[in-house]
Nanobody, 114 residues
Framework: QVQLVESGGGLVQAGGSLRLSCAVS????????MGWFRQAPGKEREFTAG???????TYADSVKGRFTISRDNAKNTVYLQMNSLTPEDTAVYYC????????WGQGTQVTVSS
């Protein structure tokens, strides 16, 4: 069973930056498409960024130009670099391995103060 552990969340002021990490267990990581989703209070979970096994990236319009997803296959880790954060980015951020069945992490809280 694939396990994912997110880290790097925290409290940051508006305009600041954070980098989230997601460590993934197993030997097949390099073959997985990976994604980051987020869920703000009272809202549904929404797609944030994705990266294919070939490192092709996609982003939600709301984060395009501010967030960067990347992966390090040698470390079985996917990252989300978040810049120019706003209070609207406050959410729990989840990492997901887009395999069958999907594997989700436990989430990491990001809070952006104004």
């Amino acid at each position: 069973q694939v396990q994912l552990v997110e880290s790097g969340g925290g409290l940051v002021q508006a305009g600041g930056s954070l980098r989230l990490s997601c460590a993934v267990s197993g030997r097949m990581f390099s073959m997985y498409a990976m994604g980051w989703f987020r869920q703000a209070p009272g809202k549904e979970r929404e797609f944030t960024a994705g990266i294919s096994s070939g490192s092709i990236t996609t982003y939600a319009d709301s984060v395009k130009g501010r967030f960067t997803i990347s992966r390090d296959n040698a470390k079985n880790t996917v990252y989300l670099q978040m810049n120019s954060l706003t209070p609207e980015d406050t959410a729990v951020y989840y990492c997901v391995a887009l395999i069958k069945p999907e594997a989700w992490g436990q989430g990491t809280q990001v809070t952006v103060s104004s």
